[in-house]
């Protein structure tokens, strides 16, 4: 990260952080959004044909990381070391097997437990027209939260505040999906804010916890038919869930199930360790010295 200046530990200093850091979120964050907002549902629109599906994914994939590549080049002045093909094959690869492993799990051991059943089958051409727009979905929420967010509070206040702070944001902003409510927003922010963070922490790039991100989003919707954060989905198998809502997640879907934020929370630590181990856990501005 460099070489920091001695900063004084004041309270005075710390709500300077603070406001300095939050302007530059949302500086970011109006250089980013709205001209996604206009340009991915304009692609949406414009390349409608099912056909086509594929082609209008990676038009919305360059958007994305185009507009994200310019804010980072032309406003922070640096290159977006966060976008490096370094390594990239290893994360998607390890990420996309993390986040399908880990479903499944969640899917056994609902399914030992009487709460999960397969009714048919709809064929494997489900999962191959949803995984675009999975894919499009889950690299712009990792730019959005991890590199954007989580990314420009470290650098302030040091990765353990920003890791929960940024989980906090993403869990809440949670709460507007079918079924959510305290309780689903609170197993978001748990099992995919500590664990994403988690996994942008180690890498320092977006590869690793899209991957992850896309993994668990596929397998959870496109293949096991189970409601992604309030938004049901018809995958490969039919299925049916019954049990309460703790076990099942409810109308929210199993992310809100306790067995989903066990788990996930449980690989986070793993991560996280692996994070302290390599030296990535950055300290907080006031505490780091020259």
Avoid at 105 to 129: K, M
Avoid at 230 to 249: E, V, Y
Wanted: aromatic letters at 8%; a positive charge.
């Amino acid at each position: 990260m460099g070489q920091y200046a001695l900063i004084s530990q004041s309270s005075g200093t710390r709500t300077w952080l603070m406001g300095r850091t939050v302007l530059r979120i949302v500086l970011a964050l109006c250089c980013v959004v709205p001209p996604l907002m206009l340009l991915v549902p304009a692609v949406g629109r414009l390349v409608a044909d099912p056909a086509w599906l594929l082609l209008a994914a990676l038009v919305k994939l360059g958007l994305i990381v185009g507009v994200y590549a310019a804010y980072v080049t032309w406003v922070e002045k640096r290159s977006p070391g966060e976008l490096s093909w370094r390594g990239a094959g290893r994360e998607w690869c390890a990420g996309l097997a993390l986040g399908v492993c880990l479903f499944a799990v969640v899917v056994g051991v609902l399914a030992a437990a009487g709460a999960y059943r397969i009714t048919g089958s709809s064929g494997w051409r489900v999962v191959a027209v949803a995984l675009p727009g999975l894919l499009v979905g889950a690299l712009y929420e990792e730019l959005i939260f991890r590199a954007l967010v989580f990314r420009l509070l470290e650098e302030s206040f040091g990765s353990w505040l920003a890791l929960g702070s940024s989980a906090l944001v993403f869990g809440l902003l949670h709460l507007g999906s079918e079924g959510a409510g305290p309780v689903g927003a609170l197993a978001i922010a748990i099992e995919a804010g500590l664990l994403l963070g988690a996994a942008f922490m180690l890498t320092r790039r977006v590869w690793l916890c899209t991957a992850i991100h896309l993994g668990w989003n596929a397998a959870q919707g496109a293949v096991f038919s189970a409601a992604v954060s309030g938004h049901a989905h018809k995958g490969m198998f039919r299925a049916a869930f019954s049990g309460p809502d703790w076990l099942t997640g409810g109308a929210f879907g199993p992310e809100a199930s306790v067995v989903a934020v066990l788990l996930c929370a449980g690989c986070a630590l793993l991560v996280l360790r692996r994070c302290v181990a390599a030296g990535r856990v950055v300290p907080p501005r006031w505490r780091r010295t020259s």
